[in-house]
């Protein structure tokens, strides 16, 4: 008889290998996994911040006046712009008080925020309290600060001289309305705002100094200044490059603050390259003149924007 074939399985076949995956492929694959996750970030910059910057550069070459908005029309002057900003004694004197009020705001807010960061470091009760009230001056919006410190310090009805005049020291002192004053007063607002910030920053960088090097500095003898000179100030280093390199992008270009203090007044005595862009911008709709000085702004925020890089590269290697 034939032998039944049921039940019998055809044999299967032999399983071809896997090919081997494509090194070039899957190096295209993460790249472009990367750019997906890079892309959105590269179309904002682009877009906010890229365009306007190069939309400045073009129309501080232009003579850019309310009528364009109509027209469209913006005729090409050269250097027209940039000769007139330069020659106009504003733009000095304006210069001029932007350095002053950046090394006197970043100078007093550095050296009280540190003495600050250093007496908090230091255990007591209701220390975390206090530490959470000095943060107030920083989350409060800047204008208004500006307004809440125009009230304190209005010549007749400011609390500050009020309470001066009842110590009996002078009490009519003119603290926005007089050109010696209302520089130094709008510095020591801006000081106020500004502690907080360099506090909690330097605060942070001391609490990752080790105590070990402290208590070594004792023990060879050395005084709580010289252990604070020759430790903690070169350990804080790379932490005070970023407070003061930080804190100069954001001051030199200080608008809202002086605006609701003094407007830039009086007799220009406030006038900073910020607010003098205000002015011919949005005052004086010169936007050729405004936009070259916002671009004097940009050039001098990226000059310590690249110290800043260079600082962080050091301190890396």
Known sequence: MPTSTVGAQTPAKASEPASAPDPARIARRRRLTQWGFVAPAVVFMLLFFGYPLVRNVVMSFQDYTPKTFFTGEAPFNGADNWSNV???ALFGKALWHTLVFTAG???GQFCIGLALAVF???RFPL????RSLL????LVPMVVSGIVWRRILDQ?????NSFLDTLGIGGHTPWLTSPEMALLSVILVNIWIGIPFNMVILYGGLQEIPKELHEAAALDGASAWRAFRSVTLPMLKPVVTVVLVLGFMSTVKILDLILALTDGGPADATQT????TYQNSFVQLDFGAGAVVGN?????????AVFYLRANRTEGK
């Open 86 to 88: 330069f020659q106009d």
């Open 127 to 130: 220390n975390g309290v206090l």
């Open 156 to 160: 007749d009805t400011g609390v500050l």
């Open 296 to 304: 004097v702004l940009i050039l001098i925020s990226a000059v310590f």
């Open 135 to 138: 943060l107030l001056p920083w």
């Open 105 to 107: 705001s970043l100078l």
């Open 120 to 122: 908090f470091s230091r």
């Open 273 to 276: 390259l910020g607010t003098l």
